[in-house]
């Protein structure tokens, strides 16, 4: 992900980062077992990584929480990415016989767009300090 911004600044493309939690994890645990928990994050993984781009990067930060990195995006694309989220999880419940249904929620987003590269996010805390380390070492 380090190379995708650098990338991204040289072609003075936008970067969008968007953090999403899988909904309902602790529910999940309590009634159905960890084991249904983990594989409910296993679900959750490649739903989300089915939604993104191929050039994009899906992280698991921890517990729920998810970080996806889109390149050649920026704050305009993030609609249609909720959208995308959302369409492929609905997508998944449909489709398969689980005991437990998929639901996230799109929190935070920062992007970096091509003017001035500068970073704009709706929140800065320690999660966006922890992925922006994780991605930086990616």
Request: net charge negative; aromatic share 6%; glycine share 8%.
């Amino acid at each position: 992900a380090g190379h995708e911004h650098r990338l991204a600044l040289r072609q003075r493309n936008g970067l969008l980062l968007v953090f999403v939690d899988l909904d309902g994890l602790k529910k999940i645990n309590d009634e159905l077992g960890h084991a249904q928990g983990d594989a409910a994050i296993r679900d959750f993984a490649g739903v989300l990584r089915a939604a993104m781009r191929a050039s994009d990067v899906v992280a698991r930060l921890g517990g729920d929480e998810f970080a996806a990195l889109a390149y050649d995006a920026g704050e305009r694309d993030i609609a249609t990415l909720e959208a995308r989220v959302e369409s492929a999880i609905q997508a998944f419940n449909e489709q398969t016989k689980r005991p437990y249904r998929l639901a996230a929620s799109v929190g935070d987003r920062g992007a970096v767009e091509p003017r001035g590269a500068q970073v704009r996010a709706a929140e800065v805390d320690a999660d966006h300090d922890r992925a922006t380390s994780i991605f930086a070492r990616m």
